[in-house]
């Protein structure tokens, strides 16, 4: 299956996962990444293992996995909550003040979606 822009789009839910047409797709090399927990539900000692890269080849119905890799992703940088204070009691409007050392700054989500 493809994206509008061409790119060619496949989700695994696990490794007993459903099956994928490749109906249509055409010959080529592509790289699969299959990302586990992307949201950070699950609390985990360790993300190192949620993200594998697979690059394989498609040559009418065959499909030769040539090789996986599982990126090296950057420790992520610690965040401290200033502002309200750590068992502050709050209510109505309230303003959310964390700093971080990255020149990225933070960003904050709510559900996922990032905040106003």
Do not use: C
């Amino acid at each position: 299956m493809t994206s509008q822009d061409g790119e060619l789009l496949i989700a695994f839910i696990s490794h007993d996962g459903p099956s994928i047409s490749i109906a249509g797709v055409t010959n080529g090399t592509y790289w699969l990444r299959a990302i586990v927990d992307p949201d950070n539900y699950l609390a985990e000692s360790s993300k190192a293992n949620n993200e594998t890269d697979v690059e394989l080849t498609i040559n009418g119905d065959n499909v030769q996995i040539l090789q996986t890799v599982t990126p090296v992703l950057p420790t992520p940088p610690s965040i401290g909550v200033n502002s309200p204070a750590d068992g502050s009691t709050v209510s109505g409007a309230v303003q959310l003040i964390a700093s971080t050392a990255t020149t990225s700054g933070v960003q904050f989500l709510i559900d996922g979606v990032p905040g106003a």
